[in-house]
């Protein structure tokens, strides 16, 4: 049961070119976004659309493969971990971001 705590699998489309950035030592880190969509039906039985927008972050040899092959648009599957972080943005209030930390990545269409 351990490999079922914090997982995460979404398959979406990127939302935008990933930001690559590569520190001291060749490391690479990849940040993007993935919007993921689903349908329902409403109580007038009308089908309706919902998308939500997911932030990833990438490291490693995950992170050169987003770069080498993913652009806005592409449908990817990923799996990882839920993280959250907080920092204080230039006029010193706090601001806290939810993202997920990819270990797998699957390229699809």
Known sequence: ??????????????????????F??????????MATNDSYKNEKGEKVEQTEWHRLTAWGKTAEIIE???TKGKE????????HRSYDDKNGEKRYITEVVVNELILLK
Do not use: C, W, Y
């Open 76 to 83: 990817i599957a990923i799996e990882g971990k839920l993280a």
């Open 1 to 22: 049961m351990n490999s079922l705590r914090n997982k995460v699998q979404l398959i979406g489309h990127v939302g935008n070119d990933p930001e690559i950035k590569t």
């Open 24 to 33: 001291e030592g060749g490391k690479k880190l990849a940040n993007l976004t």
């Open 68 to 70: 080498k092959f993913v």
